[in-house]
């Protein structure tokens, strides 16, 4: 008789781990071993160990979090486990999946999922998509994937994946290339396969780096933007308009914030891949590269604050951002960023 796959369940709350009592608003209430309660078909697919790691809304987690919780999936794989599902909230579930997946090496599946409908309400999705992760997690073809997001019964890359709707239960979405795969009855689909990753070295107890995020408007003054190095900023992602555009006038405020600090542009509208050539008017997007600015190239806005973040912690120089933002947007192979001081 073959042996189940293992797998570990971390749990750190969210709409998933919430209930509300009668003519109450719901609450993070929910404990992993309670949560894994909701699921009795999944002793079939795996043999589980749950970890209720935290129990708070996604808004509450931080980086840090994100360092503890590879921690605890590194000394679960060392143990033998197979894959691993983490749950938590939907409002940063794309950041946090994302953050893992930049400083993380590992070959096992990593399936985040979360709910958008509480336990309380009818028709809540939380034990369908936990039961979903499950199998992703269980199934030997997830390996190799990277870290990824089952919701809905759609497999999502993590550094594609968009929540794109505030309460409908398929608001995760990947506007590049659409889901991985999908969860069919007892089955793991996958379609296709990520060309590659890219790991970034980040030394243990490294100072945070702060990164701003300012989404540019219509007649739009700067001032907001100017102000970012003032604040003890060390990084700034700027959300332009279109492919990669800016009002003329900013175009000096954003020269001076890039000779200060590294400035990355992105698309506010979170989807295509940005502009490099095209443009050549002031404060287009060959007039921002010219002035130092760095191109997100395919990157949204919240994953290319990760990105940045994480890259300034490993010490990683200005002119190899760039690169950087290059290769998560077409890697191929496994592409390791070293930290300052550490060879690759």
Known sequence: MTSLPRVAVFTLGGTIASSAGSGEAATVRITGPELLGSVPQASGIASIEVHSVKMVPSGDLRLPDVFQLRSLIETAVRSGTDGVVVTQGTDTLEETSYA????????????????????????????????????????????????????????????????????????????????????????????????????????????????????????????????????????????????????????????????????????????????????????????LIAHGLIPAVSIGTSHATVLLRLLLMAGIERDILAWCFEQVSDPHGLVKVPARGHSA
């Open 100 to 287: 893992l997946e930049l400083i993380t090496e590992l070959d096992v599946p990593i399936a985040f999922t979360g709910a958008m409908r509480n336990s309380s309400i009818p028709g809540s999705d939380g034990p369908a998509n936990l039961l979903a992760a499950i199998r992703v997690a269980a199934s030997p073809e997830a390996r190799g994937l990277g870290t990824v997001v089952v919701f809905n019964d759609e497999i999502h890359a993590s550094r594609h994946v968009r929540k794109s709707h505030t309460s409908s239960p398929a608001t995760f979405v990947s506007p590049a290339i659409g889901p991985l795969g999908y969860v069919s009855e007892d089955r793991v689909r996958i379609l296709m396969r990520p060309n590659g990753r890219l790991h970034i070295r980040v030394p243990a107890r490294v100072p945070q780096a702060r990164i701003a995020h300012a989404a540019v408007f219509f007649d739009d003054d700067g001032a907001l933007i100017e102000a970012v190095p003032s604040l003890g900023y060390h990084g700034l992602v700027v959300a332009a308009f279109g492919g990669g555009h800016v009002p003329a006038w900013i175009v000096p405020i954003l020269t001076k914030v890039a000779d200060d600090i590294p400035v990355v542009f992105t698309s506010r509208t979170n989807a295509g891949e940005g502009l490099r050539k095209t443009y050549a008017y002031p404060g287009s997007e060959t007039d």
